[in-house]
């Protein structure tokens, strides 16, 4: 059954057209074939999901949270071929996969004791003590029926059932998932596991629906039907731009929150730090490697420090990096896509190009990278352009101001992050304000890679790494996204939503007149 | 000096072109002469904003809401002269102007409050007790500089240094305000406190431009500024639509919360509440009339519950609606285009219309509303455009699918009012759930003016009535749309900004570990 599209909670194959994933690692394809959606399966998800937003709204925050953790039993139910199919249609490895199943399900629950708390809806009193003045009582609701895209590179904590999907049905947000045809089994696995805890927990069926398509129609039509009221899309800023364009142009424009890759500028002082230089080319070169560099955190820019002895740091980062085994990527065309890159980059001959000289596969991608000066770097607007897999721009600058100047013509990113002696950081307040200016997440003497999955996480940034720097997309927090606020005027009590009676049954903080609070009011 | 231009704190009148703002109640120009802005003083605006953000981030919060209340001082300090203005510039009256000025500096105080409090700015932290873990660590900060439209209907509360202005300097953000060339010399006195405000605090001077100008080319100008981060507007859905267009189709999109008007559908079940009548039509005529119906707020959708006694409601309505004395509108455009409109409708012949058939002078508005059924209504999209004066649709509705059908074609709206008995409340839950879905406020036996300035107002929805619904143009959580999070990863203790530190030195709530405590780190 997981070969059919899923249509408001329904199993649906109407269309002829069917396609089959690949496994990069066999070059070969899998053997189901799916059912590519058609455009009326579309537009009917989106119909049904305007249905099931209605009925979910009434769907109290426990009876959603159990939901939420249901979802997460039934994935486990299903854990070994979840995983198989995980392997056998990304590439990458088992141990990545049990990882990121792990992340995965722990998104569900994190969002399962939020929504059961019933703290995140903001709720906010304030009471009038004289009949002219109204009283008003606010609170957050979903925004409306999610569009959700599954991401490439991550088949589980950013597809069907990741950080997207799982944040806008916590916030009472149907969602239809456009699923990424190069995982389309894991995603169907998943998918049916909460078509599962949909029945179990008794789920209004309208609000979930899980299409698959090769090319970009059925995502576009459903980013332009006026049913559905925000998307998350984790991608390259092409796919995630188009989508935010026609967005924008819809009768009713929508939220589109983009999540379009980076190149996550490190800078690494070297000057006096010889006794650090195994320890940061470890951790720098495996954060270069680890799934041949298919993250949007990878460390796609590395600026170092020109000093007596740099050249060692330098060395050291270069035999670590060159020397692995190059790996498995996602699919053939994110390998082809690669390869074309770094020909392009190495033909334009803007500094030294050096490549790993193993043994590279057929949808195995070469690690690189290219060392250039400050000057070329920020002359050349080309290397500040993402190449998705194991491929850096080191970039040695010799001043301050140098630096700085490099920065600043670096655009909106995730990440940025600076390897200093904690001795040599207060010198660097100023490159640290002008990081933090640019990106979402600061780093001292770490890598960018591991996002930590906390409500401390920022994982967003200023365009072009987001289309809305405002948002997170991991952690709790990333629910505002698909919330929106109503107050309510003049309310009898019996009529106003639970979290905004007098009576505070749910025990949450409540801002009362603009205080926080715990109490009752009155 | 008011008639000058304010470009990066310092006054500025390079142009050539010069205009005069009207009073329309004595049908005649004012005797100033503004300077417009160069596109030259408007790119040097966005250029120093550009450094102002960099200093005003390092200035602390408690000098921050100093600021604020210093701007609110020096304003208060002017009171009389402004008021003046507010009155000769606008044909509101003078007491329409105090409330505003009052609303005003309340907006001020608040803001003020707010920042030096320290807590809006939803400090996070989580520890790490392995060192494989990262110590993440978070808050917002201000997007960065601000363009803030002058509207036409708000010389005060939503001008120079009204909601967005206000909302944005306390989040950290250098403001530019184009100021609504109807009410130049209001604005231009206020903008002379803030350059006080400014000395007397000394904060950098680039922070504040405020710039003249008739048409939109300046405007338009700093909307695509590279400078500029953020857009707050209040005005029709043409002007709002295309700034948001504009912002979109940057190299870099920023964020525009622009407020367009709404038509805020208000129902009426006359049925069993004839008792309630009498003051029924006098708060919703009120409503309809105040300040020529101005308002984003007015009331211009009536629906009627068709009664035994319902003729007698709507006869008490227009009775106190027709019989008052047309006022004056805000100026001569405003006035034309409100004759224009109400021309096209009573041309539509779709109804019984009525006008006041009071004496109207020149730039004053007669108040009208149209009469139509339910059907005629669902039909006629033009009777769901807004048309902001004094002028109100009438629907008679006969059945509750009836009502319900004409609420499902309505677009977003920024309030929806139900008058109705308590009694009967209960039996219109699917209404005002529907109602909920469309609107940013739902209000029970009261008009949607008098927008109370409390946290827990919502003064915004679905587009068009904004061009986000996840924010509010009115109380303190407006200041959200100008503020973005950033993490800190693995910093040490003294390099992390004040509110993240171990210590909590400001004694305020920080989400540590997931929960909100006012304790310490450690």
Redesign the interface.
Known sequence: MFTKNIVGGEFSSEGKSTFQSFNPELNRHNAELFFEATSVEAARAAKLAKIG??KF?KVDHDKRASFLRSIRSEMERDKTIILDAFCAESGLSRERGEKEFTRTVFQLSSFADLVEKNEWIEA???TSDHPA??D???QL?G??PVLVFGASNFPLAYSTMGGDSVAALAAGCPVIVKAHPSHAKTSGLVASAVLRAIVKNDMPPEIFSHLYAVDFKVAHQLVQHEAVKAVGFTGSFHGGKAL??LA?NRK????VFAEMGSVNPTIVFTENNEDKYDAWAQVLSQSMLTDAGQFCTNPGLIFIQKSSTSKLFIHQLEELFLNEAPKCMLNSSIAETFREKKQKLLAADLGVFKQSTNEVRENYGAQAFLKVDAETFIREEQLREEVFGSFSVLIEFETYLEILSCLEVI??QLTGSVFVS?EQ??NY?EL??QL??K????????VPT?V?V?????H?G???AT????F?AVGI?SI??F??????????DD?LPKALRNKNSFGI?R?IN?E?TKKDVG
Chains 1, 2 share one sequence.
């Open positions: 937003f209605e709204q906010s009193i304030d003045v109204p008003l009582r606010k609701f925004i409306g935010f364009d924008n009713h424009p929508i939220p655009e909106g904690e950081m207060k307040r640290i304000q933090t200016s990106v979402g997440r600061v780093i001292l003497n770490g591991g930590r906390c409500p401390s996480m920022n967003g200023p365009f072009p289309t809305d720097s405002r997170t927090d505002y996204r919330a929106r606020p109503v107050s309510f005027q003049n309310f009898p009529l903080a801002r603009g926080w």
